[in-house]
């Protein structure tokens, strides 16, 4: 059974940038699109983007200027790099594991993982 | 980019209770779509994928349906373990996309 988990710093300056990765146990890298969601407090859930071992990349438009996502196979990790955040950014990040068949959905997640955008 | 419209926002029903959840997409996205159920501090969990295949583990009671622009997710006997958010996901295009949830009260 293939586990995810985030991690990374739960607390970010305005200005700076959010980094955070997803540990990936019990599988590969390969033969699934990777992703990352967002849930701002109370709130419903946002599309981040996806990636691929082949290099293909989709990132949400309304964040693509500030966004990498971007995998480590040696690690079996994949992260994301959020730039110039704001407090709208405070959210809890969940990373996915997403099926590669024409419309594919995300059928493992991790448990999430809450960043505060906060001086 | 695809907007998803789900009704209710919040349903409140007893336990037995069957439950509907319509899910509007809008422009075509063929059986692209998938349910999760998300309680609360809790992730997403799938429960549907390609509108109507249910996913390994998820209890028979929860059933999908739907193509093009209308989705249900039925719940045939509702459970008080079955209190959650419910979301649709569009996975036709870039940007995939949620509904806004319906909220679950037992």
């Known amino acids: 059974q293939m586990q995810l988990q985030e991690s990374g710093p739960g607390l970010v300056k305005p200005s700076e940038t959010l980094s955070l990765t997803c540990t990936v146990s019990?599988?590969?890298?390969?033969?699934?699109?990777w992703g990352w969601i967002r849930q701002p407090p109370g709130k419903g859930l946002e599309w981040i983007g996806n990636?691929?071992?082949?290099?293909?990349?989709y990132y949400n438009p309304s964040l693509k200027s500030r966004l990498t996502i971007s995998l480590d196979m040696s690690k079996n990790q994949f992260s994301l790099k959020l730039t110039s955040v704001t407090a709208a950014d405070t959210a809890v990040y969940y990373c996915?594991?997403?099926?590669?068949?024409?419309?594919?959905?995300?059928?493992?997640w991790g448990q999430g993982t809450l960043v505060t955008v906060s001086s | 980019d695809i907007q998803l419209t789900q009704s209710p926002s919040f349903l409140s029903a007893s336990v037995g209770d069957r439950v509907t959840i319509t899910c509007r997409a809008s422009q075509g996205i063929n059986t692209y779509l998938a349910w999760y159920q998300q309680k609360p501090g809790k992730a997403p969990r799938l429960l549907i994928y390609?509108?109507?295949t249910l996913q390994s583990g998820v209890p028979s009671r929860f059933s999908g349906s739907g193509s093009g622009t209308e989705f249900t997710l039925t719940i045939s006997s509702l459970q008080p373990e079955d209190f959650a958010t419910y979301y649709c996901q569009q996975l036709y295009s870039y940007p995939l996309t949620f509904g806004g949830g319906t909220q679950v009260e037992i």
């Open positions: 996915g594991r997403r099926t590669v068949v024409a419309g594919g959905w995300f059928d493992s």
């Open positions: 390609a509108a109507s």
């Open positions: 019990g599988g590969s890298l390969n033969n699934y699109h």
């Open positions: 990636t691929h071992v082949s290099g293909t990349t």
